[in-house]
Structures are given as structure tokens and as C-alpha cells.
């Protein structure tokens, strides 16, 4: 049980972990990018999304105790607080794959909408159904299953605000994909489908029979019968399909705001640029990212931590202290520098490291991505919709120790697997939690783990969690250096102060639909 389930949280944040917004390069400010790059990175992503969303439905079906029908009526409330957590947390994974499918079905159905010639509307036509058969199919599976314990409709009904989910979440989940209209929906787009359907198959084709085939086995029949002409005029009429009815306000929201805006986030260069100007060695930079699928299976608001190292010229000033440079060469820092020390122990990273990047930027960041563990600019790192800037209150030598530490995992593939008891494989709050590990001779951070879905993990989400549990007490492990809020409706980040960010954990993952122009917490 234990590899299958291993097997299945891992499937389940395939989707999570690939950026769902590629682009091919920037130029100074503006975006440029190649539709069919973009079209063949949203594929792979969908494909990989869809597999997410399969292995959650495959999770909570093969969970002991999670869905069982000889449970008696009422056993619910018999359910401990750690049981309970693993329900809340299978049902948010499962409608984040949701939201996901709703947002990038609804870009392409934007794009299918204004092109006018028949050939250009294939991919963008395969890509939204693809989003709409993964939701359909797989939502169907999930309620199947949760209905075989009549005490799951009271648990995922319940209003979860740690999780952001609203009371009655699920009925209205059921509500949507069980409806007649959903059904005829079904028939009409598989019908445009076949017309559409090439011999050369699109890579996304067959994962769009296999999805029709149990859709069609699931429905025992084969629907109303459809001419092209009747399904065309069907769609023209009502849209291609009702997006987000489960959320108020959604639906205006995607209308106003371009979802895809590749490239392009809330965070300008200018204010990068003056964070320079506050960051240190040691700050743990908090970042979130909209409209990206790396939201996908991460709970809480933040869904990126990533560790400030600076240049070396930055390094340099800020471990000059006599105490600390003596610790540095008698450690190998033949110079009594950090710099000289890192060159010692890893000479291939300290190359990387120093190495200039795109537009000349010099690396400032170690981060965990997708590519591994990989020394990356600021202006990069960066780019965001919304960071917070954390520093540890520990002696220099401590933060000097999480540097070194954090160079001795460069290079090391990104942990889809999301398992803290392994170092082979790192995510990205997994770099920040033992980087600054502490041992017997160091101090280092507490930060403590949590079971999510299962596995031991410290979401980036977790460590405003503690940012706020701790302010204004005694034993404060962090200061907040600088918060800039991003406002999707202004298409903007703004300033903020501490209080405001004490609320960011409490904030619902897709907050932003809900955002007033104003801003809110």
C-alpha cells in the first residue's frame, strides 16, 4: 500500500509542478513568445494535469478508511482531527485540478472563439475539450466514490477556511458535473469533436478517446444524436461551456482579465530593483505566482520559497566580522571569506554560481524548481504576482552555515515526490527547511513539519503561518523585510504593511477572484 500510494501522491503534483505559462524570452519589459511553443508546452501540461487529477480519484478510492460503504451512518463524527485533515486535504487537491482545467479551458476557448478559419480552431478546439473531458470524467469518478460513504457529503460540505473552500462546495460540485445540460454538452462537443479529429494525431487525441470512451460507458448509452450543423449552432449560441458556476464573480473576472498574460506579472523590474536594495545573504523570499499550474496540489496562498544568497561582492560585506571570518578559514576559506570557502568545498556550484545570466544579470537566489535545485537572478526569481522578503533572526555564522548548506544541494533534481526524509531530491521550502536545520554547533530555524496527504512537508504557505503565530513574542525567528501585494484587477503589486501580511496564509489559494480593486487580505 504504502508504493501505490507513494506512486499516487506522486502523479497527483506532476500536474502541480510544470508551469502552465511559457515563454521564450523577455525584452526589456515586454514578452515575446511563439504560439506553438506555447500550444506544445499547454499540451504536455494538460496531459500531465489530467494524470494529477486521475491519481487523486485514485487515492482517495484506495485509502483505507477514507471511502468505505460499511461504515455506519453517522461514523463521520468519530473521525480524528488527522482524519479528518487527510479528507480536506484529497478534496482541496481535487478541486485545485478543477480550477485548473477551468482556467486554462477557458483560455483556449477564448482562442477558439476569435479565430475564424476552421484550421486554425483545431488545437485551440482540442485543448479546451481536453479540459472539459478531464473534469467531466474524473469528477464523475470522485463522486461516485465519495458516494459510497454517505458521511462524506457532510465532510466536504463543510466550510474548510483554513483551505479556503466554502460550505456546501461539494453539493455544488455534484450539481454541476450531474446535471442534463453537462450531459448534452457532452454529445454536442464530441460531435464537433469528430469533426475536428485528424489522422495525424494531436498528442492530447488519445487521452480525449480514452476520456469520451468512459464518459459514453459511464453514461450507459450514447446520448442525443447530433448533426455538425445542430452542434455548431448549439455552441454558437450558448458558449462552449458554463466555466467556474460554482464561484460568484468568476465569470466576470476571466472576462476582464486576460488569464494567459505570459510573461507578464504584477511585480515590475522596478520594484526588483529596489528590493535589491534591502535584501541580505539568509532572507527567505516568499512568492506567489497567479494563473500558473505550479499552484496546483500546494496548499495555502504561498506557493514558492526560495533562499537569497546575493553576489559575492554582497557576501563579502556582510559576513565581515572578525569572529566569522576566523570560523571561515578554519574551515578552508583560505581568503577568511564565505566566497573562498564555497570555491573549496564545491567548486563546480561556486562556477555556477558566479556565472552571468540572461540580460548579464548576475545570480543572487538558489531555488528549487522544476529543473532542480538551480542558481537563478533576482530579476527571475522575482518576477512574481505577490513576494514577502523573511529574515532569520540568527548570529551570522548561522546564516552563513545555511548558504554553504544550500550550495551543497545544487544541482539536484526537483522532489515531485514532495519527501522531506530524503536529500536526493528537493522542493522548493525543502531547500529553506535544511538549509537552515540547525545541529550542535549552529542554531538554526524551527520549523515544523506537517502531514499533508500522507507525506511529512513544510509548504511555503507554512512559514507565514508561523510568521504570524509568532510576531510580537517572545522567540520571534523572523523580521519582515519588505511585502509587495499583488492586486490582479489593477494589474499591479503594491506596497504593504506587516498586519496585512499576517492574513496572507488565511487568504483562499485563488483569492484573486475575489479581489476588489481596492485590494483585500
Not at 108 to 136: G, I
Not at 483 to 502: I, M
Request: hydrophobic share 40%.
Amino acid at each position: 500500500m504504502k508504493t501505490c500510494m507513494s506512486k499516487i501522491w506522486q502523479l497527483a503534483l506532476i500536474g502541480g509542478y510544470l508551469t502552465l505559462f511559457m515563454t521564450t524570452g523577455f525584452a526589456n519589459g515586454a514578452v515575446k513568445y511563439d504560439y506553438r511553443e506555447r500550444y506544445e508546452a499547454d499540451v504536455k501540461t494538460i496531459l500531465a494535469s489530467r494524470l494529477g487529477m486521475k491519481a487523486m480519484v485514485e487515492f482517495v478510492g484506495t485509502h483505507p478508511g477514507m471511502i468505505s460503504s460499511a461504515e455506519p451512518k453517522g461514523s463521520y463524527y468519530q473521525l480524528d482531527r488527522e482524519q479528518r485533515m487527510l479528507v480536506w486535504q484529497a478534496w482541496q487537491n481535487f478541486l485545485d485540478h478543477v480550477h485548473f482545467f477551468d482556467i486554462m479551458g477557458y483560455m483556449y476557448v477564448e482562442v477558439y472563439t476569435n479565430e475564424v478559419s476552421k484550421a486554425n480552431k483545431e488545437d485551440p478546439f482540442l485543448a479546451a475539450f481536453a479540459c472539459f473531458l478531464a473534469q467531466y470524467r474524473f469528477a464523475m469518478d470522485y463522486i461516485e466514490k465519495m458516494e459510497k460513504n454517505p458521511n462524506m457529503h457532510v465532510i466536504l460540505n463543510e466550510a474548510i477556511p483554513e483551505f479556503g473552500i466554502a460550505e456546501g462546495s461539494y453539493s455544488k460540485l455534484k450539481f454541476r458535473f450531474l446535471n442534463v445540460l453537462r450531459g448534452a454538452e457532452f454529445a454536442r462537443l464530441n460531435v464537433l469533436y469528430h469533426s475536428y479529429k485528424k489522422d495525424v494525431a494531436n498528442p492530447l487525441q488519445a487521452a480525449v478517446e480514452e476520456d469520451i470512451a468512459k464518459i459514453w460507458e459511464a453514461g450507459k448509452g450514447k446520448g442525443p444524436t447530433l448533426t455538425l450543423k445542430n452542434a455548431v449552432k448549439v455552441v454558437e449560441d450558448m458558449g462552449f461551456t458554463v466555466w467556474f458556476p460554482v464561484q460568484k464573480g468568476v465569470s466576470e473576472m476571466m472576462g476582464n482579465i486576460k488569464v494567459w498574460r505570459p510573461g507578464i506579472t504584477l511585480i515590475s523590474m522596478e520594484q526588483i530593483e529596489q528590493l535589491k536594495k534591502q535584501l541580505r545573504p539568509g532572507d527567505i523570499l516568499l512568492q506567489r505566482r497567479e494563473w500558473y499550474a505550479t499552484n496546483v496540489g500546494i496548499p495555502g496562498f504561498w506557493t514558492h520559497a526560495a533562499l537569497y544568497i546575493g553576489t559575492p561582492e554582497e557576501r563579502g560585506r556582510f559576513f565581515d566580522d572578525p569572529l566569522v571570518r576566523k570560523w571561515f578559514l578554519e574551515n578552508g576559506g583560505v581568503q577568511g571569506t564565505i566566497d573562498s570557502l564555497l570555491e573549496e568545498k564545491y567548486p563546480n556550484e561556486y562556477r555556477l554560481s558566479v556565472l552571468l545570466q540572461e540580460q548579464e544579470h548576475a545570480p543572487r537566489v538558489i531555488e528549487a524548481i522544476a529543473e532542480g535545485v538551480s542558481f537563478t537572478t533576482l530579476e527571475h526569481s522575482a518576477s512574481a504576482d505577490s513576494i514577502a522578503v523573511l529574515r532569520p533572526d540568527l548570529p551570522l555564522r548561522s546564516v552563513a552555515q545555511a548558504i554553504i548548506k544550500a550550495f551543497h544541494y545544487s544541482g539536484r533534481p526537483y522532489d515531485f515526490n514532495f519527501d522531506f526524509r530524503t536529500d536526493s531530491e528537493l522542493v522548493c521550502s525543502e531547500l529553506i527547511y535544511k538549509a537552515y536545520e540547525g545541529d550542535k554547533e549552529f542554531k538554526g530555524l524551527s520549523l515544523p513539519l506537517s502531514e499533508v496527504l500522507d507525506r511529512p512537508l513544510l509548504s511555503p504557505n507554512e512559514i507565514a503561518v508561523l510568521f504570524d503565530a509568532e510576531y510580537g513574542k517572545v522567540g520571534q525567528q523572523f523580521k519582515l523585510v519588505a511585502f509587495l501585494d499583488g492586486n490582479e484587477k489593477l494589474q499591479k503589486a503594491a506596497p504593504a504593511n506587516v498586519e496585512k501580511f499576517r492574513k496572507t496564509w488565511k487568504r483562499s489559494k485563488w483569492h484573486i477572484w475575489f479581489q476588489e480593486k481596492a485590494g483585500n487580505d
